[in-house]
């Protein structure tokens, strides 16, 4: 239905970019693990800057899980919505930044549990129920930013007649179509769901 609304666009187009992407992720997680591995001190570093911008979105313990939610959603929309419009520089693929910086985080992060005896399964089961919802989204975030600057950067070497705007709006629909539901759902589950799901095997 939304692609109907969509003239730029075709779910062939928005799939095949959406898994090229998330492949491209994948791969970035397996090398900032093996980064993490290697390189301990860097990784720890990482977590401890990671901690400190949480701490400082206020997501605390003693915080209400309806405020926690609250925030988790509206930070993860914003991160995904610039993550997107960073694709309206031409030339510079921007959005592979946020990609990749997310992806790397992802995999120090695992190393880290690996390498205090933790375990990868603990880290996968404190991730994965949300992530599966919120990296989707992110990934798609990404795939629109990079499909958005790959038009402009044609539109201006004219090897392509898409209409930037016009496709712009469309990536527009198909994130609120798309990612807003599937970080909303992240958030539930990162609220309610993880936080039990870690105290039954921590």
């Known amino acids: 239905m939304i692609f109907e609304l969509c003239p730029t666009l075709s779910r062939d187009l928005i799939k095949r970019e959406f898994l090229n992407t998330a492949a491209a ?3 970035l997680v397996l090398l900032g693990f093996a980064a993490g591995m290697l390189f301990p001190d860097m990784a720890q570093q ?3 800057n990671f901690a400190a911008q949480i701490e ?15 925030t988790l959603f509206f930070n993860n ?5 610039l993550s997107m419009l960073y694709g309206l520089i031409p030339f ?12 790397l985080m992802l995999g120090a992060f695992a190393a880290i549990y690996q390498q205090q005896g933790i375990g990868l399964g603990v880290y996968v089961l404190g991730v994965l129920p949300h992530g599966i919802f919120e990296l989707s989204a992110l990934i798609l975030s990404c795939a629109l930013g990079l499909l958005i600057c790959r038009t402009g950067t044609e539109r201006i070497l004219k090897k392509s007649d898409t209409p930037f705007f016009r496709r712009v709006l469309d990536c527009i629909r198909v994130f609120l179509t798309f990612s807003v539901p599937l ?8 609220t309610y769901v993880t936080p039990a799901l870690l105290n039954l095997v921590l």
């Open 183 to 190: 970080l909303l759902v992240a958030a539930l589950i990162e």
């Open 46 to 48: 990482i977590l401890q």
């Open 25 to 27: 992720f994948g791969v």
């Open 92 to 103: 510079l693929p921007l959005s592979a930044l946020a990609l990749g910086t997310n992806a």
């Open 77 to 81: 929309i914003t991160a995904s919505l």
């Open 56 to 70: 400082q979105l206020g997501l605390t313990d003693d915080v209400p899980q309806s405020q926690m939610m609250a």
